[in-house]
């Protein structure tokens, strides 16, 4: 199983920055696409930005230009972020990192979620 570890939340004024972390470690074969999602209160989670093993990516268009999500591999363990730039008060919300992985090379893949850090835009 693949634990995660998150970090970077806090408080921002709108046109802020924060960075986002989220550490991966387990004793699995691979550890493959790993994402950040975010719960607004009221609204269902919603993935933000995903990034492959290869270090392909992917935004939902809310952010396209403003976030920038990016990796650091290593053999089980994976560090990724979310630089996120130009905030603004509607990305205000709970920020959970997600891990997919296989604990052996047939195996289907799984999914591990962090345990959220809160994000609040406001002037």
């Known amino acids: 199983q693949v634990q995660l570890v998150e970090s970077g939340g806090g408080f921002v004024q709108p046109g802020g920055s924060l960075r986002l972390s989220c550490a991966a470690s387990?004793?699995?074969?691979?550890?493959?696409?790993m994402g950040w999602y975010r719960q607004a209160p009221g609204k269902e989670r919603e993935l933000v930005a995903r990034?492959?093993?290869?270090?392909?990516?992917?935004?939902v268009d809310s952010v396209k230009g403003r976030f920038t999500i990016s990796r650091d591999n290593a053999k089980n363990a994976v560090t990724v972020y979310l630089q996120m730039n130009s905030l603004k008060p509607e990305g205000t919300a709970v920020y959970y990192c997600?891990?997919?992985?296989?604990?052996?090379?047939?195996?289907?893949?799984?999914?591990?979620w962090g345990q959220g850090t809160q994000v609040t835009v406001s002037s």
């Open positions: 997600k891990a997919e992985y296989r604990v052996f090379s047939f195996s289907k893949l799984f999914g591990s």
């Open positions: 387990g004793s699995v074969f691979s550890i493959d696409d």
């Open positions: 990034i492959s093993s290869g270090g392909s990516t992917d935004y």
